[in-house]
Each structure stands twice: as C-alpha cells, then as structure tokens.
C-alpha cells in the first residue's frame, strides 16, 4: 500500500521519506490496486491552480503562493490558464457576469478538475446577500470541492483547504467534476434560470445533448 | 464678468455651500449652454461626475453635474430635473469624452436615454430585462429572494454557545489533569533522589 502514514504531516520536510511501501499488508496480486492508488497519491502531489479573482479574497493568493506561506512545498503551484490547470480557486462573490465567465473557464480545463472557493460569499451570499447581482449558493451552479469559510479567509486557511483536497483526492472520494457530468441538468438549469440562457459557448451541454445542439 | 453676476444675469441662483463649492439649479434646457459657458468663460474644465437621483413622489430625476476647475480649487454642482417617464438627456461625451461611460452606467441603472451616445450597451449588467435597479420602485429585496433564495439551515448544526462551553470544560479539565500530573511527577523524582539534592548543596 503506497500513502501516507496517518498523522505524517505534510509540513514534515521531505516527504519522499514517509513513502511506504507494505505490499505484504495489500497482496502483490492486486498491482492494479496499488498503481490507482499511487497514480492517486501522486496528483494530490502536484496540484496546479489557476486562481481566478472572482472578489476581495484574491488579496490572499499571492502571500499564499509566495516565499510567506509558500504552497509548493505541498506541490501547488499557479499557472496561467485554465486548460493547464486542475483546481481553479473563486476567490470571493460572485457577480452574474463573473459566473457566466466562471462556467466557460471551468468547462475549459481538463479532467479530473476541482474547485475551490473562498470566503462566505460563495457559500451564503456573505455581506452580498442583498444585492440584485450577485449569486448566493455557488454549488448551485458548478460543483464546489471545498469551501473555505472566512470572509475573507487567512492564507493559513487556505493551506488549509488545500490539505482537504489533497486527504480527497488520495482517498480517491468522489470528484466534483464526477458529480457535474452526473447532475449536469441539475447544473445547467440552475445556471439557466440565473443567466437567463445566455451560457456561451455551451461546450458541455452541446456534449450531453441537452441544448438540442450536439457535436460528434 | 464673474460667476455670480453672470448667473444673475441668467436669472440663476448660486448657492455657495463652502470656500471651494457651489451649486447652481438650472431648467433642462439651459443645461448645455451653461455647462459650455463654464468651461469657456469661468475655467472649469473638469467633469468630475454625473449623479442621479431618483425622486420617485415628485416623478423626477434630479441630476448633477460637477465641475471642478483647472487649478483644482472651486467645485460647482450644476443641478437639473428631468421627467422620470421620458428620462432622457443630451448626451455629453463630446464636451467631455468621459461623460461616455458615466452615461453609459446611468443609462443602465436609471434606465436614462442619451440620444446620440454612440456605446449605450450593457455595462455591469449583463441581458438585464427587469426595471433598472437603482431606480426606486424596483423591489430589490423581492428580486434577491426570487432569484437567490438562502440556503437552508444545516440538520446537523450544533448550538455554538454550548459547544464552545463544552470545549473550554475540557480545556480546562487537561490543563487540571497535566498540573496535577506534573505535581506528581516533581514529588515522585523528590522521593526518588532526595540525597542528590542534599549532596549538592553540601
Ligand atoms: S467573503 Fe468577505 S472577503 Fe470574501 S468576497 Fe465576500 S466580502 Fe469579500
């Protein structure tokens, strides 16, 4: 069994050194096993994030991600779009316009793909929750990963929700991604009845057929 | 020709709210000629805003131009009204080439027409078909809850107060616990090398 021992932080240096192998513990014979689990504990190693400044939280990616807090000592590191990337951070609220630009980003990157979001805007509106554009319940309309609470949330806190994704992604648990082309109706009309239709370009939809559309 | 005896002459009142600012209400009409005869002959070049404001009772807009001059020292707040039904005003972006966007954005939240304004498309908004919102008799509280209503309360949340007691308790409890066993400890070693301690201080 490849992972991680329990309690092994990932703070804790090198972390090749916590590498264990017990293949007496797993059985040799069920190598097929092992090699998923290994494919898996390496992505949770190497995390690329394209983070997009949705609202004020963005302040907090670039202590995040430089010298002060440092994230790629836990293998994340930025890039510049969205088709290389495999976790997009929403840093804050969201207004209609940003979420319409937010879906065609998402729908651009390639699986397996997660989300992150920061900050009690996108969870229950935040201190937006009045206002006549800016959507509340983000996971209504593309499935959120994990959710850092705090408004806005310390760089601590997002190391923190990185450490989530990470135990996840190595348990193997359910992706968002997994449950978008699952529910897609769900999703899509949700985004509908907000965005009143104007969802373009309709990449996933015209894939599952749902907007009459249809590519080969 | 100064300011006030122009005014005067115009048969305009020029209020002096401060050293530095003015205001002046003036019929539609005159709007443009004024805000010209500013610029040419008193120097205040600068549009600093165009405001709006909705006087749903009296079913006006009342808007405000401000100017500010070229040394930056003396403001004016050139004032008018217009009918909310029609709301349209001349546009200004040729005088002033920002006026382009102040008017574009009132234009979407007031729902204020310029005819001529050549980029009067969505701004913030976008494919909005409901009554503007900055205008008053839309309901936004109405709107929010329709379109965005709150997330239902967890089955599983737990009472803060209490939960917050039950930790402290326990906080409590270890640090009672860790004392004591320290204590403990400290007496333990005592018994177990108590000639040591004679010894060194001999
Ligand atoms: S949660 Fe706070 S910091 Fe984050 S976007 Fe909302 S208001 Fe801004």
Same mark, same amino acid.
């Given at each position: 069994?490849?992972?991680?021992?329990? +309690?092994?932080? #990932?703070?804790?240096?090198?972390?090749?050194?916590?590498?264990?192998?017990?293949?007496?513990?797993? +059985?040799?014979?069920?190598?097929?096993?092992? #090699?998923?689990?290994?494919?898996?504990?390496?992505?949770?190693?190497?995390?690329?994030?394209?983070?997009?400044?949705?609202?004020?939280?963005?302040?907090?990616?670039?202590?995040?991600?430089?010298?002060? &807090?440092?994230?790629?000592?836990?293998?994340?590191?930025?890039?510049?779009?969205?088709?290389?990337?495999?976790?997009?951070?929403?840093?804050?609220?969201?207004?209609?316009?940003?979420?319409?630009?937010?879906?065609?980003? &998402?729908?651009? #990157?390639?699986?397996?793909?997660?989300?992150?979001?920061?900050?009690?805007?996108?969870?229950?509106?935040?201190?937006?929750?009045?206002?006549?554009?800016?959507?509340?319940?983000?996971?209504?309309?593309?499935?959120?990963?994990?959710?850092?609470?705090?408004?806005?949330?310390?760089?601590?806190?997002?190391?923190?929700?990185?450490?989530?994704?990470?135990?996840?992604?190595?348990?193997?648990?359910?992706?968002?991604?997994?449950?978008?082309?699952?529910?897609?109706?769900?999703?899509?009309?949700?985004?509908?009845?907000?965005?009143? +239709?104007?969802?373009?370009?309709? &990449?996933?939809?015209?894939?599952?057929?749902?907007?009459?559309?249809?590519?080969? | 020709?100064?300011?006030?005896?122009?005014?005067?002459?115009?048969?305009?009142? @020029?209020?002096?709210?401060?050293?530095?600012?003015?205001?002046?209400?003036?019929?539609?009409?005159?709007?443009?000629?004024?805000?010209?005869?500013?610029?040419?002959?008193?120097?205040?070049?600068? @549009?600093?805003?165009?405001?709006?404001?909705?006087?749903?009772?009296?079913?006006?807009?009342?808007?405000?131009?401000?100017?500010?001059?070229?040394?930056?020292?003396?403001?004016?707040?050139?004032?008018?009204?217009?009918?909310?039904?029609?709301?349209?005003?001349?546009?200004?972006?040729?005088?002033?080439?920002?006026?382009?966007?102040?008017?574009?954005?009132?234009?979407?939240?007031?729902?204020?027409?310029?005819?001529?304004?050549?980029?009067?498309?969505?701004?913030?908004?976008?494919?909005?078909?409901?009554?503007?919102?900055?205008?008053?008799?839309?309901?936004?509280?109405?709107?929010?809850?329709?379109?965005?209503?709150?997330?239902?309360?967890?089955?599983?949340?737990?009472?803060?107060?209490?939960?917050?007691?039950?930790?402290?308790?326990?906080?409590?409890?270890?640090?009672?616990?860790?004392?004591?066993?320290?204590?403990?400890?400290?007496?333990?070693?005592?018994?177990?090398?108590?000639?040591?301690?004679?010894?060194?201080?001999?």
């Amino acid at each position: 069994m490849f992972g991680l021992d329990k +309690g092994d932080k #990932m703070e804790s240096g090198f972390y090749g050194s916590s590498l264990k192998c017990k293949f007496e513990e797993s +059985g040799l014979a069920n190598t097929h096993a092992i #090699m998923e689990k290994a494919v898996r504990w390496f992505e949770s190693r190497s995390i690329f994030v394209v983070a997009y400044g949705t609202g004020c939280g963005a302040i907090e990616m670039p202590p995040t991600f430089t010298s002060r &807090y440092d994230a790629e000592r836990m293998g994340v590191v930025g890039v510049a779009t969205p088709r290389q990337a495999d976790l997009i951070i929403l840093s804050g609220y969201l207004a209609y316009k940003t979420l319409r630009r937010v879906i065609r980003t &998402y729908e651009q #990157m390639q699986k397996p793909r997660y989300i992150m979001s920061l900050g009690s805007c996108p969870i229950n509106g935040g201190m937006y929750w009045d206002s006549y554009n800016t959507i509340k319940k983000l996971d209504d309309y593309i499935p959120v990963d994990v959710a850092v609470t705090g408004c806005m949330p310390r760089p601590e806190a997002v190391i923190d929700g990185f450490v989530l994704l990470q135990e996840r992604i190595r348990n193997g648990e359910k992706a968002g991604w997994e449950k978008y082309d699952e529910n897609l109706k769900f999703y899509k009309d949700n985004q509908k009845r907000v965005l009143g +239709g104007h969802v373009d370009p309709a &990449y996933e939809t015209d894939w599952y057929n749902l907007n009459g559309g249809g590519i080969a | 020709m100064d300011l006030a005896s122009k005014l005067e002459k115009l048969s305009l009142e @020029l209020v002096q709210k401060n050293d530095y600012l003015y205001k002046v209400s003036v019929k539609i009409d005159q709007l443009e000629s004024l805000l010209l005869s500013f610029i040419n002959e008193f120097n205040y070049i600068t @549009l600093d805003s165009i405001n709006c404001r909705d006087d749903l009772e009296d079913g006006l807009f009342t808007i405000t131009y401000c100017l500010q001059t070229e040394a930056r020292d003396h403001i004016v707040m050139v004032q008018t009204s217009i009918e909310r039904e029609t709301a349209s005003l001349p546009t200004m972006h040729t005088i002033w080439p920002q006026a382009e966007i102040m008017e574009r954005e009132m234009h979407e939240m007031f729902g204020v027409d310029f005819p001529g304004h050549p980029t009067l498309i969505d701004f913030a908004l976008e494919y909005w078909d409901n009554i503007p919102p900055l205008r008053r008799d839309f309901d936004t509280l109405e709107y929010v809850n329709s379109m965005n209503p709150f997330r239902g309360q967890r089955t599983d949340a737990l009472d803060t107060k209490e939960e917050m007691k039950k930790k402290r308790e326990a906080k409590k409890a270890a640090k009672l616990k860790a004392e004591q066993e320290a204590a403990a400890k400290a007496a333990q070693e005592e018994q177990n090398n108590p000639k040591q301690e004679v010894s060194g201080d001999e």
